[in-house]
């Protein structure tokens, strides 16, 4: 049922598309655009403060992380924060080591991030990782205290479903479809019109 | 008894049942679900024990971000109406009249009754917004407000038209971007008199001016003293963020939350099937009353994102969401019944009938479990404050009456204690806000000679739990400070969550501190 009218044709392509390109790109491991500016503003107060540190997010299993996670922090000689949506990954830069060591600063992370695994929640780990990390530089007095991060809430109880946020492209696509669905639908049926 | 008595009386007896389903249970009412309604509460008993409008008994307007709303509720206080009685009753007012102004809206907008009563029905019946009439904060009373100045401005009857800067000059008071609503109202028409300009233009201007000498005179600036200590707890966690970020966030945060607490679901498919469905439903709304309301919701949803991006306590900030969110829906499921009947079933009026019946139904099972969940969160979060901050105020009556007391949190404790506290959240007092940006917190206690600090915490004392003060205010980095701890009130874990995840109350812990500082010279 192609719909009559241009506009509605224009919103039936590009609801497919979004939907399409959307549905595709769902299982990656990414952080929504504000959240990851707002972590990245944290990790720069210690890049500035003469701490490189990189927050590596991707779609691995944990051996493909750390390897990802040990070739970066190798090639670029500055601390890495590896995160999937299963595993956490922590290689320190040589001054950073003489901070934490990297072995008990990986087991606080995954005694911190697992319980946000539990309930996939990528953004409430990633959150709790950035943090770990400047917690030490905050504790060192190398950082001055920082003000929470977002997201605000604990580890949630249950499964977090995929909200709103994660789902925005494809979203969109569909809310787009939708509408062009109902639409079409009054053009063949005068007395809506 | 005329069609138009069976529409309101229908809709009336329908909000009231939704209203009934929430308040239940917390019947009888034994407290408010948010901290801030304490703070009106004490305003409004200072007012008449002291003669100032404001938390500190000294300092006109302090703590109150709706002064008038505080002016309200004085008169409950003035009459010893025990809270939350006297504002929940007046809220509930205030729902009911909402209702009736939107259903007379959209008849005036030209649709027909069949029509108009469910699109009426899911606006006051949207779950968030019922429970706004229980929180014991002003959500209920601007909507009322800015429904009652867009109905007003749009009555075909020139004498009610004139009452719309009247609406306006009271939203004015009640919240400052309510001022925005006046130009809109002239951009949107243009008034057909003199009387309708000065009526329109003068009155909101009047009540504007002499609210920004008043508070000029009294606290030295014009806006509301809460504003730059609500600015500090709300945006420090979005630093960072750009303004276009922010907007964004606001906007999935809201869609999130009118998924699981207006229509039901936690699904995100089933959500964005909804924003489909509603801006079908934006083609019902096409009469100037209804547009009018949704430019004013656009207008104040967009000076939020832009100064405030956060929807605040329980949706709070922005109240008509979540009720024009629902009445597009509802809107939108009616046009597509309609386009099913006429495709499928033709004339045949027994399936007509049963189709549309069919959609109202479909659209009232999301916001009917809604409707539990709330009645969930706000026992819960009652409760909550109930248990840590009101339970601390009245500790704190224990202590002697010559120590100095200091708290972030200030309703429940400063109703409950009875006696002077010094706030240190930047919602009384502005020349907070700079120690709370610079984390100096400390310096301020010691130059007050606070001999006793309560604080909201955590469940546990590792970063970076947020609802944990004592880290956000960098009192860890003040050593010096001595803080003994004394006494905590905390909420049981899953009590506090379902309170939390609804209304965003307050920390799970209040914990009382001896301050052994050496105080320090101002």
């Known amino acids: 049922m192609i719909p009559r009218n241009l506009w509605l044709r224009a919103g039936l392509v590009v609801g497919l598309g979004l939907a399409a390109a959307g549905l595709f790109r769902l299982g990656d491991a990414r952080l929504i655009l504000p959240l990851r500016a707002r972590l990245e503003h944290e990790l720069d107060s210690a890049r500035r403060a003469g701490h490189p540190v990189s927050l590596l997010v991707m779609g691995a299993d944990e051996v493909t992380l750390r390897s990802s996670a040990t070739a970066l922090a190798q090639s670029s000689g500055q601390t890495v924060l590896g995160l999937s949506r299963q595993a956490v990954v922590i290689v320190l830069d040589g001054l950073d080591r003489r901070l934490a060591d990297e072995a008990a600063l990986t087991r606080e992370a995954h005694r911190q991030v697992d319980p946000f695994f539990v309930t996939d929640d990528l953004h409430g780990a990633a959150a709790v990782l950035v943090r770990l990390y400047t917690s030490r530089l905050i504790a060192s007095g190398i950082l001055p205290a920082l003000p929470p991060l977002t997201p605000l809430l604990y580890p949630d109880i249950e499964r977090h479903p995929m909200t709103p946020a994660e789902s925005a492209l494809p979203g969109i696509g569909i809310a787009l479809l939708i509408y062009v669905a109902g639409r079409t639908l009054e053009e063949r049926t005068p007395t809506n019109n | ?522």
């Open chain 2, 1 to 522: 008894m005329t069609r138009w008595s069976r529409l309101a009386l229908v809709c009336l007896a329908a909000q009231l049942a939704a209203w009934a389903v929430i308040a239940s249970a917390d019947w009888p009412p034994s407290g408010y679900p948010l901290d801030d309604a304490w703070i009106h509460e004490l305003a409004a008993r200072n007012l008449v024990e002291h003669g100032v409008l404001g938390v500190n008994p000294h300092v006109y307007g302090s703590g109150a971000t709706s002064p008038i709303w505080a002016l309200t509720l004085s008169l409950g206080a003035l009459l010893r109406i025990t809270p939350p009685w006297f504002s929940n009753g007046l809220n509930l007012l205030l729902l009911l009249l909402t209702g009736q102004l939107v259903l007379r809206l959209l008849v005036n907008d030209g649709l027909p009754a069949s029509k108009a009563l469910p699109l009426a029905v899911a606006f006051g019946c949207a779950p968030n917004y019922v429970w706004f009439a229980l929180s014991g904060m002003e959500a209920t009373f601007v909507s009322f407000l800015s429904v009652a100045a867009v109905a007003a401005w749009f009555s075909p009857n020139s004498r009610t038209r004139l009452l719309a800067g009247v609406a306006a000059a009271a939203l004015c008071l009640a919240r400052p971007e309510g001022a925005l609503i006046v130009p809109l109202l002239l951009i949107l028409r243009r008034p057909g008199s003199r009387a309708e300009w000065l009526s329109c233009l003068l009155v909101p201007a009047s009540a504007v001016s002499l609210n920004a000498v008043l508070n000029l005179w009294l606290t030295g600036q014009l806006l509301p003293s809460t504003f730059a200590g609500r600015r500090w707890l709300w945006l420090t966690p979005l630093e960072g963020i750009g303004l276009v970020g922010r907007g964004e966030l606001l906007v999935l945060d809201w869609l999130t939350r009118l998924g699981e607490f207006t229509l039901g679901t936690r699904t995100a498919w089933l959500i964005w099937i909804s924003v489909g469905v509603a801006a079908l439903g934006l083609r019902t709304i096409s009469g100037p009353g209804m547009r009018a309301l949704m430019a004013w919701t656009v207008v104040w949803f967009g000076v939020y994102a832009a100064v405030l991006p956060t929807f605040g306590h329980g949706g709070r900030y922005q109240p008509l969401v979540p009720s024009l969110f629902l009445l597009l829906c509802c809107a939108g499921a009616i046009r597509l019944a309609d386009s099913w009947r006429a495709l499928v079933t033709g004339d045949r009026r027994f399936v007509n009938g049963a189709l549309t019946v069919l959609a109202v139904l479909l659209t009232a099972i999301g916001p009917g479990m809604a409707l539990l969940v709330w009645r969930d969160g706000h026992s819960s979060a009652v409760r909550h404050v109930n248990d840590t901050e009101a339970a601390m105020g009245v500790q704190l009556r224990a202590l002697p009456p010559d120590v100095r007391i200091a708290s972030f949190d200030i309703g429940g404790i400063g109703y409950f204690s009875g006696r002077p506290i010094i706030e240190i959240g930047g919602l009384t007092d502005p020349r907070v806000v700079p120690y709370l940006r610079e984390g100096r917190i400390a310096d301020y206690l010691k130059s007050e000679r606070v001999n006793y600090l309560v604080l909201p915490l955590g469940y546990t004392n590792t970063r970076p739990d947020p609802w944990n003060f004592y880290f956000r205010l960098g009192l860890d980095q003040a050593p010096d400070l001595g803080l003994e701890p004394v006494k905590r009130d905390t909420s049981e874990l899953m009590l506090w969550r379902r309170g939390l995840r609804t209304t965003l109350h307050s920390s799970p812990v209040q914990a009382l501190y001896r301050v052994n500082a050496e105080p320090q010279a101002p």
